[in-house]
């Protein structure tokens, strides 16, 4: 099972930037399509953003289209979570994770379609 370390998280004023990454361990990260979720305080998890093995297909909740933007690079292992504009609202701490199949993708991910969690980074978005 890929071992997944996600960094970045940080305390950022609101309308700031911040970068997340989440490094795998094997290089059997290509296969999997990935997936940012967030969790905040007393809230369920939920998926952020998703990308296809292949990196040509992403999807965002409703919530972040426009200000955020996954992306990867498989020659380091890596996946990445661009956030800009953020709100108060994006507080949580953030995982990636991989999902269980490998080249496959889907529009609408659920939770368990996902293994492979990382230990997750807190974002904290406040002035």
Same mark, same amino acid.
């Given at each position: 099972q890929v071992q997944l370390a996600e960094s970045g998280g940080g305390l950022v004023q609101p309308g700031g930037?911040?970068?997340? #990454?989440c490094q795998a361990s094997e290089r059997t990260f290509g296969s999997n #399509?990935?997936?940012w979720f967030r969790q905040a305080p007393g809230k369920e998890r939920e998926l952020v953003a998703a990308i296809s093995?292949?990196?040509r297909?992403?999807?965002y909740t409703d919530a972040v289209k426009g200000?955020?933007?996954i992306s990867r690079d498989n020659?380091?292992?890596t996946v990445y979570l661009q956030m800009n504009s953020l709100k108060p609202e994006d507080t949580a701490v953030y995982y990636c994770a991989a999902d269980r199949r490998v080249r496959h993708y889907s529009g609408s991910y659920q939770t368990a379609d996902f293994g492979s969690w990382g230990q997750g980074t807190q974002v904290t978005v406040s002035s």
């Open positions: 930037a911040l970068r997340l #990454s #399509s990935m997936g093995w292949n990196g297909y992403t999807g200000r955020f933007t020659a380091e292992n």
